[in-house]
């Protein structure tokens, strides 16, 4: 996403318009759900993809000629078993596709544009929200940050101030409000994975998490195993103590923790600051015996067996992984099922 957006700021600068092809709503077995966007210019499909197969070839070419009509608008597909064989699906479904003409003199869109982009370089909360009541006239909106807003044209996004937990704050959605009809989509969730230890499970895993779009951070107190020629792909890295983690960062309940430290002491460290901050997520890599020897030191803290079992111990989902290429393997895939659960 952070790429589309990114080629769709580079074109308009340079000139050239593009149409913006949006799932705003499916339902049966689609290959791709509501938010999957893909960018098409008189070149074709630049950026993105809502599927492949029919679905995607048959929007390219509605696309095309909304680059001649310059009219933005919406068109369903119903998908048959014999269109979809192609792409796997086992049965059809019904995809609703927003079709929205970008011009490069449009200087307001233009300028959300950029701020878009801005917001994925900075991890920033922010959402896409689009009027989309006269389909032929659509106005866009980008909400962000501490209840800041930004459109296209000013003052629409006022509409949904009254219910901003509705709205901003859970998946996909359309809703209406005062007799206008909106699609608000989550452009960046600001979800951090803190990785503590940087050895050589954390350096396989980094490229891995950084890959499906999560934001990493790592911290060891060894410098050679946390800086940026080690860890590239990271957002951070944080040589500091273990003890006082909350010195150098904040963890938030959006948040996913993976211990990884070089012994008992360093996971108990940073497990004891952990459970305290309640992140979404907290997953300790060791041997049972190492994990149940640091398990007796948080019950005795004082906290409860049921707080320590919400972690993940040990980390990853078990798929008899060996080497640390495939723990890292194992770990990725907990983190982005418990990332899609929790969406």
Known sequence: MKDLFRILRENLEQGN??????????????????????????????????????????AEMTARKVLETKNSHIKGFNLTRNQVADIGMVCGGDVT????????????????????????QTDEDSWLV??????????????????????????FLTLLR????????????????????????????AETVYIFGGGHVAQELVPLLSHVGFSCVVMD????????????????TIVGDMEKIEEYLHITHRDFVCIMTRGHQFDYYVQKQALAARPAYIGVMGSRNKIKVVTEKLLSDGFTREEIEQ???PIGTPILADTPAEIAVSIAGELIRTRAERR
């Open 17 to 58: 318009e593009g149409v913006l092809v949006t799932i705003i709503a499916s339902s049966g077995s689609t290959p791709r759900g509501a938010g999957s966007r893909m960018l098409v210019t008189r070149e074709g499909i630049v950026c993105g993809t809502v599927g492949g197969g029919a679905v995607e070839h048959q």
């Open 221 to 236: 107190d060894r410098k050679e195993f946390a800086n940026p020629e080690v860890f590239p792909d990271a957002r951070k």
């Open 311 to 313: 972690c993940h111990m």
């Open 97 to 120: 596709v927003y079709f929205q003409y970008v011009s490069p003199e449009d200087r307001k869109t233009v300028a959300l544009v950029r701020k878009m982009e801005q917001a994925f």
């Open 162 to 189: 009254k219910q901003p937990e509705k709205v901003f704050g859970g998946n996909v959605l359309q809703i209406e409000a005062e007799g206008r009809k909106f699609y608000v989509e989550p452009l960046v969730r």
């Open 130 to 155: 689009l009027d989309i009541t006269d389909e032929t006239c659509w106005k866009m909106g980008f909400y962000h940050g501490e209840d800041q807003m930004e459109d296209g044209e000013e003052g």
